[in-house]
T-cell receptor, first 115, second 110 residues
């Protein structure tokens, strides 16, 4: 597997501000994803982070609210913009390591609280 | 897209007993089914997976079975231990992404 890190691990933000979350992998990976996990809930895919091009968003998630960058094969950022209390959640990045494999691994998550 | 349903939502077993969690999926083209274990405050961890060309896979005390005709797959944990207590998520692969079940909170009572 790979070592996946996220920064920050947690943050408390005020309504109306933005938070940028970083995901770093210690090796090149084929695919990177961003998920949201609300308290006591399952995992919901926000978007697939595409290297060098715009992310692919799932229904209900838009680029203006969740801009994503992936400048290379080991790093991605997710920004949660114009924060509201409903954005309080855990945000996780996830990666697939190699072409042709389906195994997917998760980062440790970023716990966001919006006040 | 894929729709994955998971049952039960909570499960309590005595230490040493077996636990079974079941998932159904809707997309007959789904070809990969992972199971994740998430302990409180931790990230989801891949514990076992199965591809659609296989009916069963075992890894020590855990096993996964797949019935493609009925579109369901199950996680079996034998000889449960307190450290098996966690939330377990199944997923189905639809297209290039995973669709997760709603989770099963397993409690193993010592």
């Amino acid at each position: 597997s790979a070592v996946i890190s996220q920064k920050p691990s947690r943050d408390i933000c005020q309504r109306g501000t933005s938070l940028t979350i970083q995901c770093q992998v210690d090796s090149q990976v084929t695919m990177m994803f961003w998920y949201r996990q609300q308290p006591g809930q399952s995992l919901t895919l926000i978007a697939t982070a595409n290297q060098g091009s715009e992310a692919t968003y799932e229904s209900g998630f838009v680029i203006d609210k969740f801009p994503i960058s992936r400048p290379n094969l080991t790093f991605s950022t997710l920004t949660v913009s114009n924060l509201s209390p409903e954005d309080s959640s855990i945000y996780l990045c996830s990666v697939r390591l190699r072409q042709g494999t389906y195994e997917q691994y998760f980062g440790p998550g970023t716990r966001l609280t919006v006040t | 897209g894929e729709n994955v349903e998971q049952h039960p939502s909570t499960l309590s077993v005595q230490e040493g007993d077996s636990a079974v969690i079941k998932c159904t999926y809707s997309d007959s083209a789904s070809n990969y089914f992972p199971w994740y274990k998430q302990e409180l405050g931790k990230r989801p961890q891949l514990i076992i997976d199965i591809r659609s060309n296989v009916g069963e896979k075992k890894d020590q005390r855990i096993a996964v079975t797949l019935n493609k005709t009925a579109k369901h797959f199950s996680l079996h944990i034998t000889e449960t231990q307190p450290e098996d207590s966690a939330v377990y998520f199944c997923a189905g692969k639809g297209g290039n992404q995973f669709y997760f079940g709603t989770g099963t909170s397993l409690t193993v009572i010592p």
